[in-house]
């Protein structure tokens, strides 16, 4: 039965931390020193009931209480956690000992906020049984959420915390699996500016008969990449700027909307069909690619699977797929050969919603129509498969570019889930926000960063707003549909290049979209087009690639563009008088040159920076002035500019 246990035993922080070590975490016994590691400070201290001794803690558990509002517990130990463990997410687990007598005797692992609000796991006395109890207060309302009776004295627990859940887990021993204990969400104080904490605390102590629980490797991992490490991660894409997204599949033999006709402009039955006919024998993956790289774009973004649920790779997950079409070819190993032959990142496109899936439940845009035998948890199996099979079969992939996730059967947890699953299967795979629940609509933008996954927003068919905190990214078509259509209407060189600066401008990447045709070209306009983009670029493109966007914000006037000491404006309309007056920047401007052909003036003064040139010398797309700057030119203020025309 129990293990007697010394009653005595003493609190013995037999922590494995110390060092913090890059991540945030704490990695070896900060106990060894005479002394608490700087920062961790007791709430309530009683100095006679604890000290420091064989590299570890000893604390003794005293009468008061935590849980709900008394709040009068002794020795609460509060270990700060770094800025990154905040974002990143954090996994604690300490092992506790102890053969408590008094009823809610206890000793707890804490996520803690304030006294108020935290959650806790511990080792306690319930109804006469030592017990694992984990429990969430929020605004001192307490809410159990499991209460386990164990046959020993000893537990190790854990707490793992990410996009803003609190999953509980307990073993007996260290080589036994872990035990689910239950999950709740953080009780973040609103309105505050509250950092989590890990805490120690014991508390319910016999007042006669005051028992020392037994406490040992406790340890604070990140549990995600932190900020640097997701930085790191993201650096190639943040510095490449422009991609190219390609709609394609049976459906452009239709030329309707991909996903979104069937069972509109094309009856379900047929559009289920038109893979039979698919046999797009012009394709060429060298071709495609050679038009990314010809328009000065980094990466390539296929939709492996759309709404429609049609695979563009011989998935042996279902028949729907390219190799069951005439053409047989798989597209998706020949473009991701290609890629990776030409410095591009092959990057693929997933749709979470499936109309065309048996499991999945809706069938139609906006649920109009519900499967009779759908099962979501096998779907969602399908969907890991899938996207397994996808990593696997043409990977290392740039990003997995989800969409489709706003359909009631998708949940945030199955979102969070899937972004872990994968990131375990490619660390330094790049997800965008899609995966989970928390997008703005077509703005893109995540609500409540901090409950829902994903590497970047997403704004649609807009330029995002100027952010250089969140890393954004327009997804935008060329034309009007993702998907190919006969004679749409395409955006003029001006307007696709001008797209491109204000995005950059705002600190944000271009994904635009191209839809090929059914023979499997690209339109040849389209590729004119891009063409135009490219050979602009080739001139005065040193603006846009590896800088961030700003100091001067985008707008009509144009957009700005920043790198080490160099600033560049790229000017799109100016004043009737032909001068252009932009906001001082407060650092001096040792030199200037206008990139494009002309004479420019460039006059600083305490009210701004006067632009003159010529009207005859403008770009008509536009006029590229590049300032050498006194100092690092990312460490100006933002600033809004006017806008010239009023
Ligand atoms: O329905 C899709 C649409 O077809 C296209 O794939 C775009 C691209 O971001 N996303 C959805 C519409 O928001």
Redesign the pocket.
């Known amino acids: 039965m129990k293990k007697r246990v010394n009653k005595f035993l003493i609190v013995v922080l037999m922590a494995l931390i110390g060092n913090v070590s890059a991540d945030g975490g704490q990695k070896e016994n900060p106990f060894t020193g005479g002394s608490l590691p700087d920062g961790w400070t007791w709430k309530r201290a009683n100095p006679e009931a604890w000290r420091l001794r064989d590299g570890g803690l000893e604390v003794k558990i005293e009468p008061g209480n935590m849980w709900g509002s008394k709040n009068d517990a002794k020795n609460v130990l509060l270990i700060p956690i770094a800025e990154d463990l905040q974002e990143s997410g954090a996994d604690l687990q300490a092992t506790f000992e102890n053969s408590p007598t008094w009823r809610w005797e206890q000793v707890d692992l804490v996520w803690y906020y304030r006294d108020s609000h935290m959650v806790k796991i511990g080792l306690e006395l319930v109804k006469g049984r030592n017990s694992v109890v984990m429990g969430r207060e929020e605004n001192d309302r307490t809410r159990t959420i499991k209460i386990i009776p164990i046959e020993q004295d000893r537990v190790t627990v854990r707490l793992r915390v990410t996009a803003g859940q609190v999953r509980g887990y307990y073993r007996l021993g260290p080589e036994d699996n872990w035990t689910d204990v239950g999950i709740c969400e953080e009780p973040r104080p609103t309105g505050g500016s509250d950092k989590a904490k890990v805490s120690i605390q014991c508390y319910q102590g016999d007042p006669q008969n005051p028992h020392w629980a037994r406490i040992t490797e406790l340890k604070i991992d990140s549990v995600t990449a932190t900020k640097a490490q997701r930085d790191a991660r993201m650096r190639w894409w943040r510095e490449g700027r422009f991609g190219m997204?390609v709609?394609w599949g049976p459906v452009s033999l239709k030329g309707t909307?991909?996903?979104?006709s069937r069972g509109k402009q094309v009856p379900t039955e047929q559009y289920d069909l038109l893979y039979k006919q698919f046999n797009p024998t012009e394709f060429d993956a060298e071709e495609w690619v050679g038009v990314a790289k010809d328009a000065g774009m980094k990466y390539l973004v296929l939709?492996s699977k759309?709404?429609d649920g049609f695979c563009l790779w011989p998935s042996k997950y279902t028949d729907y797929h390219i190799g069951n079409t005439p053409f047989k070819r798989d597209v998706m190993k020949e473009l991701s050969e290609a890629c990776r032959e030409n410095g591009i990142r092959f990057c693929t496109?997933h749709?979470i919603c499936d109309w065309y899936h048996p499991d999945y439940p809706l069938g139609s845009p906006g649920g109009r129509t519900v499967k009779p035998t759908h099962n979501m948890p096998r779907y969602y199996q399908y969907l890991k498969n899938q996207t397994k099979e996808i990593v696997d079969n043409y990977g290392p992939l740039g990003i997995m570019w989800f969409?489709?996730e706003w359909e009631k059967p998708w949940t945030r947890e199955y979102g969070n889930e899937l972004y872990s699953y994968l990131m375990k299967i490619q660390p330094n795979l790049i997800i965008n926000n899609?995966v989970s629940k928390g997008r703005h609509g077509?703005a893109g933008t995540t609500k409540e960063v901090h409950l829902n996954s994903g590497d970047y927003d997403?704004p649609?068919q807009q330029i995002g707003g100027f952010n250089r905190e969140r890393p954004w990214e327009t997804?935008m078509t060329i034309c009007r549909q993702?998907?190919w259509k006969p004679n749409d209407q395409m955006k003029s060189a001006t307007e696709c290049i001008q797209t491109l600066l204000r995005t950059v401008g705002g600190d944000g990447n271009l994904l635009f979209?191209v839809g090929p045709m059914p023979d499997g070209r690209i339109e040849p306009r389209q590729v004119e087009r891009l063409k135009e983009m490219g050979t602009w670029l080739r001139k005065y493109g040193d603006g846009v690639y590896a800088t961030r966007g700003g100091p001067l914000k985008p707008g009509k006037w144009g957009a700005s563009t920043c790198r080490d000491n160099k600033v560049y404006l790229y000017l799109m309309n100016w004043r009737d008088d032909g001068n252009l007056l932009l906001p001082g920047i407060g650092r001096k401007i040792i030199s200037y040159r206008i990139l494009s052909a002309g004479e420019v003036l460039v006059k600083q003064s305490g009210d701004g920076i006067e632009i003159h040139l010529q009207s005859s010398d403008r770009d008509k797309i536009a006029t590229v002035v590049e300032l050498t700057v006194d100092g690092k030119a990312f460490s100006i203020d933002p600033a809004e500019v006017a806008d010239p025309t009023i």
């Open positions: 997204f709609h909307e991909i996903g979104w939709t759309h709404h496109y749709s969409d489709g899609r077509m997403t649609e997804c993702w998907a979209n």
